[in-house]
């Protein structure tokens, strides 16, 4: 693996000649640990790359990325360096309009996605104003607290928090200022997960997605708020384990 590659992509639990690959798209704020429990509930069978953003963890001292675009297109490098593997993209939040965008450059490559997975977020075309990026420092934290996306421990831990300002605030401008006409779309299939209760989407606002494929749709409801990937675990992956096959591991 290349420097380049070691930065951006983490293997939590290593797989060889595996027959696919899943690729796990953080949120605003979010890193590549957030899916350890996905490459360790999908066992042998995929192969689970977690994405690590410039601006944090390990990556701090980069500067973070404060364009979607861009960010795709990094990305998309990265990828393209990977051995060619059945890919799907799941993404949350941030990271579904992050794999929707790969999406289509992979697509353009000739080597498209074999399905995303676009979770806790509202279809691209779907605008609301929202301006958290330009809130101060105190207002992001806030926001953040308010849907309970990081643990409570750190949550509590305010030179940390603090310390993770900059890539909040990068992230909340790329998504933010995000913008993708109606009619922009993808051939492969595109699964959405949502909560019930997400502040962040309402069901139709995910239900949005569909006009976004000329592949199949899938619409998932779970219980909970933006982070019910965290609150319903078991059944994420019951869905997650569906598109690779009998369970392995």
Same mark, same amino acid.
């Given at each position: 693996?290349s ?5 951006w ?7 060889r000649?595996?027959?696919a690959?899943?690729?796990c798209l953080p ?10 429990p996905?490459?360790?509930g ?17 990556r701090r001292?980069?500067?973070p ?10 990305l ?12 799907t =993209?799941?993404g949350h $939040? #941030?990271? @579904?309009?992050l +794999?929707?965008?790969? !999406? ?5 490559? %000739?080597r498209?996605?074999?399905?995303i ?15 958290i ?9 806030a ?13 509590d831990?305010?030179? =940390?928090?603090?310390? $993770? #300002?900059? @890539?909040?605030? +990068?992230?909340?401008? !790329? ?5 993708? %006409? ?9 699964s959405?997960?949502?909560?019930d ?9 995910a ?10 749709f899938?619409?998932?409801?779970f ?14 992956? @019951? ?11």
């Amino acid at each position: 693996m290349s420097s380049e590659e070691s930065l951006w992509c983490r293997r939590y639990l290593p797989v060889r000649d595996a027959p696919a690959r899943l690729v796990c798209l953080p949120h605003a704020g979010g890193s590549a640990p957030f899916f350890r429990p996905v490459a360790l509930g999908l066992g042998q069978g995929v192969d689970v790359v977690a994405v690590q953003y410039p601006g944090r963890q390990e990556r701090r001292s980069e500067p973070p990325i404060t364009d979607m675009a861009e960010l795709a297109d990094q990305l998309t490098d990265v990828l393209r360096k990977q051995p060619e593997s059945p890919t799907t =993209l799941f993404g949350h $939040s #941030l990271g @579904a309009v992050l +794999a929707f965008e790969v !999406a289509q450059r992979l697509e353009a490559d %000739g080597r498209p996605a074999v399905r995303i997975v676009a979770s806790g977020r509202r279809g691209p075309a779907t605008r609301r104003d929202e301006q958290i990026h330009l809130l101060d420092d105190d207002g992001i934290l806030a926001e953040l607290r308010k849907m309970n996306g990081t643990a409570s421990m750190l949550l509590d831990d305010e030179e =940390l928090m603090r310390a $993770s #300002l900059p @890539a909040l605030r +990068a992230d909340y401008t !790329a998504v933010e200022r995000y913008s993708c %006409g109606p009619d922009v779309s993808v051939s492969c299939p595109i699964s959405v997960l949502t909560g019930d209760s997400d502040p962040k989407t309402t069901l139709d606002e995910a239900r949005a997605w569909e006009q976004h494929t000329s592949g199949g749709f899938e619409f998932h409801v779970f219980q909970g708020g933006h982070f019910f990937l965290s609150e319903r675990p078991a059944e994420v992956m @019951a869905v997650l384990k569906g598109y690779f096959g009998p369970a392995r591991g």
